[in-house]
């Protein structure tokens, strides 16, 4: 779980001194939000993350707003993870970020049958990214193949990607059904800077690629077959924090709908909803449903 602390300038920033600002603390955190989009729009899920204490009653009734089924681990030795995000005139944001009891996460934390009734294991990138959540993540990916549970995966961070070794994610998620990389994420994994290039190589690890570009829209790649491009909805950017997560959700509400063998069309159909979805987030600060 994470608390976001969203900062977009009114004025030219002033160095030294005072910068009127829309100032906004607001629930955070990719696959919170992620899950919060999921359950909103109609699929079942179950949330499992570790929280400071003071904070667990809160997140949690955020979460079980939209539908969640959050199980929270109470930290009483680290603060909630918190990210301040400073939001451009563009809408583009820089995050500075304190992960906090996150990095605390262990296998302990995660309820009891958490893989009962579950269908899919959908996975972000943080949780590779620091020695003790890796045994974590892989702890997880190896009970669903053991379970021949789909698996999902969104790389999430492009600067914490460049630091692991190369060819290292693409190992530990190699087979997943569905990854979800931005376009910098991409270029991390795939070595490449083309969009079209990069989704079909990264076809050779992953059975469906959902590229997000942004304003661009989406790159929807399958092996064996050219990458087709999905437009973008317009929408006047105020803040994209969060849009890609709203994409994602919205997506694997409609992929999980569309039952064990989505076709074609599913696909393009899901991926032309998501990017609705998210055009709808960066209008607006935050990027939970509302």
């Known amino acids: 779980m994470i608390n976001d602390v969203l900062v977009k300038p009114a004025d030219e920033i002033t160095p030294g001194s005072d910068t009127p600002s829309a100032i906004r603390a607001c629930p955070g955190g990719a696959a919170a939000g992620q899950a919060a989009w999921m359950a909103h729009l109609g699929a079942r899920v179950t949330f499992a993350g570790r ?33 301040v995000i400073m939001v451009a005139p563009d809408g583009e944001r820089t995050m500075f970020t304190d992960r906090g009891a996150n990095l605390r996460l262990r296998r302990s934390d995660l309820p009891a049958g958490v893989f009962d009734d579950a269908a899919v294991l959908h996975l972000t990138g943080y949780t590779f990214f620091e020695p003790a959540l890796l045994e974590v993540a892989l702890w997880l990916l190896e009970q669903a193949r053991s379970r021949d549970m789909a698996v999902t995966i969104d790389p999430a961070s492009a600067a914490f990607l460049a630091r692991v070794e190369p060819g290292a994610f693409l190992r530990w998620t190699e087979g997943a059904a ?47 077959e050219a990458p087709v491009r999905i437009p973008a909805h317009p929408a006047q950017a105020r803040d994209s924090t969060g849009a890609g997560d709203a994409f994602c959700g919205a997506f694997m509400s409609r992929w999980l709908a569309a039952g064990p063998d989505p076709q074609a069309a599913d696909l393009a159909a899901a991926a032309e909803f998501a990017t609705r979805v998210a055009a709808s987030v960066v209008t607006r600060l935050g990027g939970r449903p509302w």
């Open 51 to 83: 929280v400071g204490a003071r904070d667990a009653d809160y997140h949690r009734r955020e979460l079980a707003r939209f539908g969640v089924d959050a199980h929270l681990a109470e930290d009483d030795q680290a603060d909630t993870g918190t990210i």
């Open 178 to 224: 569905v990854c979800f990389p931005n376009r910098d994420e991409a270029a991390v994994l795939a070595g490449e800077a083309d969009p079209v290039t990069m989704a079909a190589r990264l076809t050779q690890h992953y059975r469906l690629v959902l590229m997000k570009l942004g304003a661009d829209g989406c790159l929807l790649a399958v092996p064996g």
